[in-house]
């Protein structure tokens, strides 16, 4: 199983971006799928949470943030608003996973992504 996630870059102040992260793999079934982030010198934090359509959103995010799967749900998909400076990071994709091996918990490597004029 592995997930990889696409839609780093630069953007200004305001903007907006959209990250995806794809699972593939022998999956069965997947659960919860997660958004973290980490900016240099922090450490990572968790940003969005959807399972089973049901979504969690950290404060500093919440209103700017919107976090979705597709219908097949194998890609969560991160739409982000209102960018600010400090949103800069890399973010990573995580999800608990039902595959051959059983349930496990599976990270993507991280896109960055740069909210800067």
């Known amino acids: 199983v592995q997930l990889q996630a696409f839609g780093g870059g630069l953007v200004h102040p305001g903007g907006s971006l959209r990250l995806s992260c794809a699972a593939s793999?022998?999956?069965?079934?997947?659960?919860?799928m997660r958004w973290y982030r980490q900016a240099p010198g922090s450490q990572r934090e968790l940003v969005a949470t959807?399972?089973?359509?049901?979504?969690n959103y950290a404060d500093s995010v919440k209103g700017r943030f919107t976090i979705s799967r597709d219908n097949a749900g194998n890609t969560v998909f991160l739409q982000m608003s209102s960018l600010r400076p400090e949103d800069t990071a890399v973010y990573y994709c995580?999800?608990?996973?039902?595959?051959?091996?059983?349930?496990?918990?599976?990270w993507g490597k991280g896109t960055q992504f740069t909210v800067s004029s």
């Open positions: 793999g022998s999956i069965v079934s997947i659960y919860t």
């Open positions: 959807i399972t089973r359509g049901a979504t």
């Open positions: 995580n999800a608990d996973i039902f595959g051959a091996r059983g349930l496990g918990n599976y």
